[in-house]
């Protein structure tokens, strides 16, 4: 394909008409204004040039011998590399049934013979200009569907990495429970049976060995939650929170008596979720305010507020509370802000949260203030 010659900074117009003096009259009048003028003495001539230069703009004389201005025009409009030249016609024609054949080729402006050159001027720049704002949009719409392809392609790309790691990890995790739990047993058995009766570097050394075996069951089990999330969803139905805030307590009831902690539950919504997966959210954050805790009884508070069609969540606690600068990081899978033996566990809780909150379309943060307590939030879809 042939590139478009450079032109001055006016743009470049192309004249069709076969009449001589009227090309030199109107070429002058353009290129005193910083245009480049190219003119042609046929439809023919005139076609080929548009296809060769790729003018900004054609000023196209309607009545001409042979191929007339009318034809002309649609046959330009028919090729692809002059289709979005914008044409204006040039005519004495004044009969609106003539207008309306024009623009119907493809026309999008009349100046009317005799030529006003301040009027072909004003009309010639309105249509470049609106010209050149077609092209804009038009490379903006391109680079935008680009990036919504590349953007589909990653979504994709990500997705595929999501689920064959959530297979990856409920495979292993689950092919893993069994010489887990076998070694666990054996070791088990091996403290029980030889306590006392071995030195003490190896009632220490077994004791080592069962912690850790103990804490290797509770990651498989709790990466085995994670996965689930995704590998065993639930497809959504209303869900009453009430009850299933009541589960949760249930279920950390010996915890909660051990500390004397003081739930509040306010008056909570029936949303659209997965019943299966939303006791455990309200449950590990409930655990973690428990866990997390000051040396004064833990008070919780479990409050809901609508916000537009979703419902907004806020578990709050006056527990040990959280620096700033970790509030991202504690909801990536394996982190933790302290060590085991201060605080039990895996450091994968709040990624389930995470992964839960954002598999039904919400968010989750925290605002926290340490030495004074934190609140969870997030969004879950009302009914």
């Known amino acids: 394909?042939?590139?478009?010659?450079?032109?001055?900074?006016?743009?470049?117009?192309?004249?069709?008409?076969?009449?001589?003096?009227?090309l030199e009259v109107v070429t002058n009048h353009l290129e005193r204004q910083g245009y480049c003028a190219?003119?042609?003495l046929s439809g023919e001539e005139g076609i080929e040039r548009a296809e060769f230069v790729r003018p900004d703009l054609i000023l196209l004389d309607v009545m001409m011998p042979g191929l007339d201005g009318f034809e002309t025009c649609r046959?330009?409009?028919?090729?692809?590399?002059?289709?979005?030249?914008?044409?204006?016609?040039?005519?004495?024609?004044?009969?609106?049934?003539?207008?309306?054949?024009?623009?119907?080729?493809?026309?999008?402006?009349?100046?009317?013979?005799?030529?006003?050159?301040?009027?072909?001027?004003?009309?010639?720049?309105?249509?470049?200009?609106?010209?050149?704002?077609?092209?804009?949009?038009?490379?903006?719409?391109a680079q935008l569907q680009r990036e919504i392809a590349m953007r589909a392609e990653i979504q994709e790309a990500l997705q595929r990495s999501n689920t064959e790691f959530e297979q990856l990890a409920y495979v292993a995790s689950h092919d893993m429970q069994e010489p887990l739990r076998k070694i666990a047993s054996y070791l088990q058995l091996l403290s029980q049976r030889y306590q006392g009766r071995l030195d003490a570097d190896a009632d220490e050394f077994i004791g080592y060995a069962v912690d850790g075996a103990k804490r290797m069951q509770a990651l498989i089990n709790d990466l085995l939650a994670f996965s689930r999330v995704g590998t065993k969803a639930k497809?959504?139905?209303?869900?009453?929170?009430?009850?299933?805030?009541?589960?949760?307590?249930?279920?950390?009831q010996i915890a909660i008596e051990e500390c004397g902690a003081q739930v509040e539950v306010g008056e909570l919504p029936t949303v659209m979720g997965d019943a299966t997966q939303l006791p455990?959210?309200?449950?590990?954050?409930?655990?973690?305010?428990?866990?997390?805790?000051r040396d004064v009884a833990p008070r919780i508070q479990v409050r809901a507020q609508p916000s537009g069609t979703a419902w907004r969540f806020a578990v709050s606690d006056n527990g040990i509370g959280i620096a700033a600068e970790y509030f991202e990081r504690i909801f990536i899978i394996f982190q933790r802000l302290h060590g085991r033996s201060r605080y039990a566990g895996t450091g994968i809780g709040l990624a389930i949260c995470k992964k839960i909150v954002e598999r039904h379309g919400g968010q989750i943060e925290v605002q926290s203030t340490l030495g004074e307590g934190s609140t969870f939030a997030f969004t879950l879809p009302g009914v």
Request: glycine share 4%.
């Open 38 to 40: 190219i003119v042609a």
């Open 75 to 141: 046959r330009l409009k028919a090729s692809e590399r002059t289709l979005a030249i914008p044409v204006i016609f040039m005519t004495a024609l004044t009969d609106t049934t003539d207008k309306l054949a024009g623009f119907a080729a493809g026309a999008v402006d009349y100046v009317t013979k005799p030529l006003n050159g301040a009027e072909v001027l004003a009309r010639i720049e309105s249509h470049l200009a609106l010209y050149a704002l077609r092209r804009q949009l038009a490379e903006q719409n």
């Open 1 to 22: 394909m042939d590139a478009p010659a450079q032109v001055p900074s006016g743009g470049t117009i192309l004249i069709v008409d076969d009449m001589p003096a009227n």
């Open 235 to 252: 497809p959504f139905a209303p869900t009453d929170c009430n009850a299933i805030v009541r589960t949760a307590l249930m279920d950390l």
């Open 280 to 293: 455990q959210l309200f449950r590990n954050l409930l655990s973690n305010a428990i866990k997390f805790r």
